[in-house]
DNA sequence: CCGGGTATACCAAGAAATGGGGATGGTTTG
DNA sequence: CAAACCATCCCCATTTCTTGGTATACCCGG
């Protein structure tokens, strides 16, 4: 069947899912259609105030369970590998988007002993409103099929686009803003200043700064630095480069 | 042509560009190839003290100009609705995606007067990290074809990676530079846990904590907590999912 | 005009982080 | 086998952060 009508058709199921089972039931019929033995999807808004997630898979239930217990430690290379990417990947090619550590591989060899043996993981993001990642997975016994896989990718963000409307989208204003001295004050402390330290580079006095940090935290409900520093750089409020190049430039 | 093999011979020559003249040249024919009539690939790394960001296009030399100033004023419809898009979209149905502005209905029109009919734009965003837009564009004599925006998503999203490529991107560090326990200690730290609490959830004593924190910390070479988290999410060791998902549970 | 937001400045106390030092026992690697 | 790494535990002093409170002046929009 000619890769076109198979997309079409396969995205058209999933786009009529009106339902977090007619999006199963529609995935679980691309990810056969495909030849792959298991499909999960993992989708999280983040943004606004009503956080809100939405998980639909076919793994099988060992799996499953084992899996949740490595999440919590954040033992999930697959995930960590989608903000990494702009395109879907195969699970083999992991370590060239991450370095992969003892703990990863300890959950890679699990899945394989539990019918996971390879995958290939659409992952996309939304800057301050949500991620997810839809993967397409094989078992021991079979072999990816690498002309499927750009079907695979089309229909998986997709399914991701399925998700987001089933989970609602966060109203565009719902994220909190800092105003620009805020910000400021963020990114040295993101550098590595200290609140007298950023005074003195700012030109105002020490006690602004943790004035500033504080309503920073204050407005996105949060009680540390390292918390208020993530969420600017997930908002995009700052970026890696503003600090990294700093960084290397002293 | 098979879709799939069109498409990867397009993948493959966007890919394989070394510069940004090279991208230019696969770019254009990979339009051409598709029917469209121009492309334009715009990527902006987030932040930085040299704000790093390629673009690169065909467009014709009036319009040109005049989308670099509605750009610059923040007024390109077409980049605000990829923030709101994990799939490819087509430009007339931006108002699907997010309200237009009479701005934003005048800088439309405005391109059609300049041979800009209408686009494919296929966005992408790296948390933390970057944004990026490629569009495949008709003018006002030429018909969307729909049957090769399949190809046109998947290509345009390896554009986009070859762009991150050219812009420049930390290759992933072969080994991991941080413990197991290292690692879930700066985790914990990162979802704002005290040394204190960090000890009661790992079942290990604060002082260990304050040990895995420190040895961290030196491997990196930092002095703070806020920059040696922020090196484990640089490095791919930890991931924004990692730690947010923990937050919006508890 | 008034209220809200922004920027600036100050104070205090308690909690937490950082840098420096020490140690033991087990595992892995060259 | 020896060295390095990993995990665990302890001590101390100093600095910094967080939380709670106070205030003034300016700007902007309804």
Not at 76 to 88: F, H, I, N, Q, W
Not at 178 to 186: A, D, F, P
Request: hydrophobic fraction near 40%; charged fraction near 25%.
């Amino acid at each position: 069947m000619k890769q076109y009508y198979l997309t079409e058709e396969l995205a058209f199921e999933i786009t009529n899912a009106l339902t977090q089972d007619e999006l199963f039931t529609a995935l679980s019929a691309a990810a056969e259609r495909l030849g792959f033995d298991h499909f999960a999807l993992a989708y999280d808004r983040r943004g606004g105030s009503t956080p809100a997630s939405l998980l639909v898979h076919d793994y099988p239930a060992a799996w499953a369970q084992v899996y949740v217990d490595f999440d919590l430690g954040g033992a999930d290379p697959v995930r960590r590998a989608g903000e990494r990417s702009m395109t879907g990947f195969e699970w083999r090619s992991l370590p060239d988007l991450i370095p992969l550590t003892k703990g990863d591989r300890q959950m890679l060899e699990v899945g394989r002993e539990n019918g996971i043996a390879d995958g290939f993981t659409v992952p996309r993001h939304l800057p301050g409103e949500a991620s997810g990642a839809c993967s397409f997975v094989i078992g021991p016994n079979s072999r990816m099929q690498e002309e499927v896989l750009h079907v695979a990718e089309i229909v998986g963000a997709v399914a991701l686009s399925a998700a987001r409307r089933l989970v609602g989208v966060a109203p565009p204003k719902g994220r909190p803003t800092l105003s620009e001295r805020q910000r400021e004050c963020v990114l040295w402390t993101a550098r590595g200043k200290t609140a007298s330290e950023v005074g003195a580079i700012l030109g105002i006095s020490e006690e602004t700064v943790i004035q500033h940090l504080k309503t920073a935290r204050d407005r996105y409900d949060v009680h540390c630095r390292q918390m208020l520093i993530l969420c600017a750089l997930f908002d995009g409020l700052i970026g890696f480069a503003d600090i990294y190049d700093w960084w290397h430039d002293h």
